[in-house]
């Protein structure tokens, strides 16, 4: 009943995605499982000792740092909440320290590759599926936009007189993100177009699968990794990595950090500063390859 109630609070008070809540309540009841049957215990009796216990059983079955980082993270907010609702009197996971994650700088693609795949006309078509697909990774690389705010898009979210796209974001916020010209105008044939299809159920959705029903995770994620093959060999093809390419194209052409903060949807600078490490990286290669003394 204790994750229930904490389900119930992400859901109907902080407005967390569908995908968030399902990430929290496959934690959550792992860690309730894992209690159970070592401890004999219920989650809200635990003590820092079992959370411990717990990180330890993680790694020994090999997962990884930044998962771990992530269970925690959920045990962290649960028992945070118990704890205002008065049903524990302190929270066991504060001075627990997760082990530490290697930080890895944010994968994103090279412009030019992006604007080759967009534009040469050698991997779109003028049917309805190839501009549709064409128009997911134009607006995932033209806003910066996660992919679950990609698929909360309705077409009445797109301003075509102010050039703008509104976006619900994290913990239901709203953000206005601007938006190029060109892409506007691709928005609009592309909701014509979809408009002339002979679906069966329309839905108020932007993005669509072939049979007219409204686009979901796997889609996306598929179409973008099928699309991003043909141009990188890196292992990870995710819309996240479009999101990635995003922040550091504009930062690359002297974007201030702020605006890129507010651009993402970020809650603090702090994330956004890891792109600054993207464009000093870039800045090494540069100097290596036009000083005589590198």
Do not use: W
């Not at 009943?1 to 995605?17: D, G, P, V, W």
């Not at 909440?81 to 929270?91: A, D, K, L, M």
């Not at 619900?168 to 177009?193: E, F, N, T």
């Amino acid at each position: 009943m204790s994750i229930e109630t904490f389900l119930s609070y992400l859901q109907h008070e902080k407005r967390y995605s569908l995908h968030t809540i399902e990430s929290y309540k496959v934690d959550l009841t792992q860690f309730s499982t894992y209690l159970l049957e070592t401890f004999e215990m219920e989650m809200l009796e635990v003590q820092p000792v079992q959370v411990r216990n717990y990180i330890v059983h993680l790694m020994e079955q090999g997962i990884s740092a930044s998962s771990v980082g992530r269970k925690m993270s959920a045990l962290r907010s649960f028992y945070k909440y118990h704890q205002r609702q008065g049903t524990i009197t302190s929270n066991p996971v504060t001075h627990v320290k997760a082990p530490k994650v290697a930080k890895h700088l944010p994968v994103f693609i090279d412009d030019q590759k992006l604007d080759n795949l967009l534009d040469s006309g050698e991997f779109f078509d003028n049917t309805f599926p190839s501009i549709r697909d064409k128009m997911i990774i134009e607006v995932l690389f033209g806003t910066g936009m996660r992919l679950a705010e990609l698929l909360n898009l309705k077409d009445q979210d797109i301003d075509f007189y102010g050039e703008t796209v509104k976006v619900l974001g994290k913990g239901g916020k709203q953000r206005i993100i601007p938006m190029a010209r060109p892409l506007v105008q691709q928005l609009k044939d592309y909701i014509s177009l979809k408009s002339l299809q002979n679906f069966d159920n329309k839905t108020a959705s932007l993005f669509v699968t072939n049979k007219g029903a409204s686009a979901h995770r796997n889609f996306i994620y598929k179409t973008v990794k099928s699309y991003l093959t043909f141009i990188s060999t890196q292992d990870k093809k995710s819309p996240h990595v479009l999101r990635h390419s995003y922040a550091t194209s504009l930062l690359n052409r002297g974007a201030d950090l702020n605006a890129i903060k507010e651009l993402l949807g970020h809650a603090s600078l702090a994330a956004t500063q890891v792109y600054t490490h993207n464009s000093i990286e870039r800045l090494k290669t540069i100097y290596k390859q036009a000083h005589p003394k590198a």
